[in-house]
């Protein structure tokens, strides 16, 4: 295994380990403290800000038109959609079943990038895939409790299943473009592209948060801050380098990871 690759593999992990504490995070926001329009946008505005002004300090890099394009859809798909659809699904489901569904993004990721990208579905791969899915939905089921009912979990479980092919799809068409330029230049375009998107639709919204009045205790306000400081940065810089160095059906079955971390 080449160094690129060790790279790779220890990105995705300590994406993965962020990524089950972000799920309790705002699994305990959404509803109580923030919509989740106004989760969203806050992560998007965030985002945008702390990227470009991070970009000041490294080289400029010129995009392709094209790329531009692919980081638009991209970032609608893995920032707008995945994201909004994850914080309405745990507002009517559980952590437990969100993340029973997520377990097939390597699925979902294994069929498009052998229609899309023509790579090849190798038994090895196949049978990693299939025993990583297993092996999760086997410690979910084990690991949930009679108190876990969502409001409604039909609807939650349906638009986890949104979230998760969006993510998939993401995960599929950036690849190529994560290996063309630095972590830095990708994520601040896509950042700023999905924040200018739901300004118009989502600000008017953002005044109604009850994070945002008097009455906010510094729990809630310490778990946004924990989200926004390691999720929405931190996390997606992880995922681009393992993107650029892993195949996107080796980063997806790597995402079966944190649901082990989210039940132990």
Known sequence: MGINQKKGHISIIVSCIIFASNILLTNALVGTWMTPMGYTLTRLIYGAIILWILSLFFKREKV???????LAIGGVLGFIVSQFAFAM????TTPV?????????????????????????TKFKSLGILLSVIGAI????????????GSNNILGITI??????????????????????????????????TAVMLIPIGFSELSEQKIY????????????????????????????????????????????????????
């Open 89 to 92: 699904a745990l507002r009517f």
């Open 213 to 264: 009045t008097s009455s906010v205790t510094i729990v809630p306000i310490i778990q946004l801050l924990v989200i926004l400081i390691f999720d929405a940065t931190l996390v997606d810089f992880l995922l681009i380098i393992a993107l650029r160095n892993l195949k996107a059906t080796t980063v997806s079955t790597y995402m079966n990871f944190y649901l082990y971390l989210l039940l132990f």
């Open 64 to 70: 392709e038109p094209k790329d531009l394009f692919i």
């Open 97 to 121: 079943n969100f993340s029973l569904i997520m377990a097939m993004v390597p699925i979902v990721v294994l069929v498009l990038s052998f229609f899309f990208l023509k790579e090849k579905i």
């Open 138 to 149: 086997v410690i979910i089921l084990q690991g949930k409790t009679a108190n876990e009912v």
């Open 160 to 193: 986890a299943f949104l979230s998760m092919s969006s993510y998939g799809i993401y995960l599929m068409i950036t690849r190529e473009v994560s290996q063309k330029y630095t972590s830095i230049t990708i994520l601040k375009w896509m950042f700023l592209f």
